[in-house]
């Protein structure tokens, strides 16, 4: 498992393993941080309609859910 940089989120590209509403593909749209470095909020943009979601930018780590890039 590679491990994620937060610094490195703004803008990266993913891909849902399980699509819902044929929101396959998404981007990094915001990733906010606190006095200390650390993410306190990191929002997720699906390409096909710009509908913006709040995640945990942990929750990239499972590779069942999100793969890395646009596949």
Not at 17 to 33: C, D, G, M, N, R
Request: charge should be positive; charged fraction near 30%; hydrophobic fraction near 35%.
């Amino acid at each position: 498992m590679t491990k994620l940089s937060p610094k490195k989120l703004l803008h990266s590209k993913w891909t849902a393993t399980q699509p819902s509403y044929k929101e396959k593909h998404f981007l990094i749209a915001e990733v906010e941080f606190d006095e200390q470095g650390s993410v306190i909020e990191c929002v997720i943009e699906a390409v096909i309609n710009n509908r913006s979601y709040s995640i945990d930018w942990r929750e990239l780590n499972d590779r069942e859910r999100w793969k890395v890039g646009w596949k």
